[in-house]
């Protein structure tokens, strides 16, 4: 059985990466280990599609949330795998092992290897269309139209340049400023709205944000998203509902709706709602997400 480790660095944080891997490699379960650390954008969905075709048993994540949906981009472009993916947790939100209940601990995280207990998991489709230009991502924490777009289009072009956390700070900064709410239909299964949208967040975990609890009821492997708008609602009222946010406090309010359902669209009026997965800006335009036919199966921490 072989395992690949996909790396991004994080000098705050690297002795803990230096203990984790030197226990992965007296690890005797494995016929090999590979270390691969990414160097460039985009060079972690390479990795993992590399890896992916050639069938390795078990890739890792090694970072924050966005190496997380590169890798499973990358395991995921060729369609349905057998491999087994773990994640370890090195960035600065880590929202996706909050839900999956993922800590980074070296200790737990060997003893998953050892185990090797499997969770399978819904994996998201995101689709945003442009005329007939279509662009795609798969996820499997949650996914925003709206201000998360707006933001996450700014913040992914400038946190190459300042540094991650920095930059992360300016833009949700400047993206409440500036993000001026769109006029939209949306469609769920099961219900409809059209109006004036802040954000359509479709989630398949529970937080995102940095520690926001949007979604508390989602669960990863029921086959369904649990959506919450943020319709006709001024940035003051979300600003000041974020404490009930960080709880997982459901929020009353007649402009926030909370559904379950199997797909969302999302259209306006201009075509220019942005949209973002994982943290990750995905593109503009008509918004379509839907329950991936692919599963991935998780290594799961005891």
Not at 59 to 69: C, P, R
Not at 94 to 110: C, H, L, R, W
Request: net charge positive; hydrophobic share 40%.
């Amino acid at each position: 059985m072989k395992v690949s480790l996909i790396i991004k660095k994080n000098r705050k944080k690297q002795q803990l990466l230096t203990t984790l891997l030197d226990q992965v490699k007296q690890l005797d379960c494995f016929s090999a280990h590979n270390f691969f650390y990414t160097e460039y954008a985009y060079h972690a969905f390479e990795l993992a599609k590399t890896e992916a075709n050639k069938k390795t048993d078990i890739v890792i994540g090694v970072g924050g949330d966005g190496t997380l949906n590169e890798v499973v981009n990358g395991l995921l472009h060729n369609g349905e795998i057998q491999t087994i993916f773990g994640y370890f947790p090195l960035g600065t939100a880590n929202d996706f092992s909050k839900t999956a209940g993922i800590v980074n601990s070296v200790d737990d995280f060997i003893n998953a290897l050892k185990k090797l207990t499997v969770t399978k998991i819904d994996v998201g489709q995101v689709e945003c269309q442009i005329n007939t230009i279509v662009t795609k991502k798969y996820f499997i924490n949650i996914a925003d139209t709206g201000l998360g777009g707006f933001i996450a289009k700014k913040l992914n072009a400038d946190k190459k340049t300042i540094g991650g956390q920095f930059a992360y700070i300016k833009h949700t900064l400047l993206g409440f400023l500036l993000f001026k709410k769109k006029q939209v239909s949306v469609q769920l299964d099961n219900f409809s709205y059209s109006g004036k949208l802040l954000s359509a967040v479709v989630s398949n975990g529970k937080v995102f944000g940095n520690g926001l609890i949007v979604s508390p009821n989602a669960k990863l492997n029921d086959g369904y998203f649990n959506i919450t708008l943020f319709g006709n609602v001024s940035v003051w009222d979300y600003l000041k509902n974020l404490p009930a946010l960080k709880k997982g406090i459901k929020i009353t309010h007649p402009n926030i709706f909370y559904y379950k359902s199997k797909s969302v669209t999302i259209f306006s009026k201009d075509n220019l709602l942005e949209a973002e997965a994982d943290g990750e800006y995905v593109g503009y335009g008509k918004t379509t997400y839907k329950i991936s036919p692919y599963s991935i199966r998780l290594l799961t921490i005891n």
